[in-house]
Nanobody, 121 residues
Framework: QVQLVESGGGLVQAGGSLRLSCAAS????????MGWFRQAPGKEREFVAR????????YYADSVKDRFTISRDNAKNTMYLQMGSLTPEDTAVYYC??????????????WGQGTQVTVSS
């Protein structure tokens, strides 16, 4: 069992940057593949990025590739999402997710409560 808490969301102007954090409880953070999803108003939740247990492998949705960077610090039980060149289309609630597996699945087992990111034009 792991509990996930996101932070770092907020209001930013288009072209700006934000860094989201996801803090996990427990001493076994390193066994979880992690990732980020987002849900914009009126839309379905969508995959954003994922990272392997060791942090050596990452994968991004095409919509955020080259603008967002996912990383993790297993010593701090924390995962990050550095977001740059933000556009209003990035406005959404961002969710941290985890699976006790090698790779994050499309239906992760554990979820955070979400953090709002709003990008103004």
């Amino acid at each position: 069992q792991v509990q996930l808490v996101e932070s770092g969301g907020g209001l930013v102007q288009a072209g700006g940057s934000l860094r989201l954090s996801c803090a996990a409880s427990g001493r076994t953070f390193g066994i979880y593949a992690m990732g980020w999803f987002r849900q914009a108003p009126g839309k379905e939740r969508e995959f954003v990025a994922r990272i392997s247990r060791s942090g050596s492998t990452t994968y991004y949705a095409d919509s955020v590739k080259d603008r967002f960077t996912i990383s993790r610090d297993n010593a701090k039980n924390t995962m990050y999402l550095q977001m740059g060149s933000l556009t209003p289309e990035d406005t959404a609630v961002y969710y941290c997710a985890a699976d006790p597996s090698v790779r994050l699945t499309s239906q992760p087992t554990f979820w955070g409560q979400g953090t709002q990111v709003t990008v103004s034009s």
